[in-house]
């Protein structure tokens, strides 16, 4: 799979705003996502928005080197997806993802293994 993803600040920089675009197999898949700390619990949470209708929302707990994600969402014909994410630093520009314990409608489907994702330079002369 080919992922490309965006990060930027809100104007007030109380959140962070991310476009993705994902390809693999001829499969195209964009979503946008919201990343901040919610202010009624003062946990760090995401929101995310794909293309195609789907919603979902993800609390964040650190977890000593890793962050894990607390997943919950619906897809565009309702059907219920609940996972755990994995986000591992490998170094300043590397990271692994990975989705575990994955139920889709209340059946259990089958862990992702873990994914490289590399942070990309932007081109000499491209804006920041």
């Not at 991310?18 to 995401?46: H, K």
């Not at 080197?65 to 630093?89: C, F, K, M, P």
């Not at 490289?116 to 002369?125: E, F, L, S």
Request: aromatic share 6%; hydrophobic share 40%.
């Amino acid at each position: 799979a080919k992922i490309h993803t965006t990060y930027k600040w809100s104007p007030n920089k109380k959140f962070i705003h991310a476009d993705v675009n994902i390809e693999e197999q001829g499969l195209s898949i964009a979503a946008e996502q919201v990343i901040g700390l919610d202010p009624e619990t003062g946990t760090l949470r995401s929101w995310t928005f794909e293309a195609d209708g789907g919603v979902g929302e993800a609390e964040w707990n650190r977890d000593g080197d890793h962050w894990v994600l607390d997943v919950a969402g619906s897809l565009v014909d309702g059907t219920s997806l609940i996972e755990t994410n994995i986000l591992r630093r490998v170094d300043a520009d590397t990271l692994t993802w990975q989705s575990v314990d994955r139920e889709l409608n209340g059946s259990e489907i089958a862990d992702l293994p873990p994914t490289k994702v590399v942070r990309m330079k932007p081109a000499t002369g491209a804006a920041r």
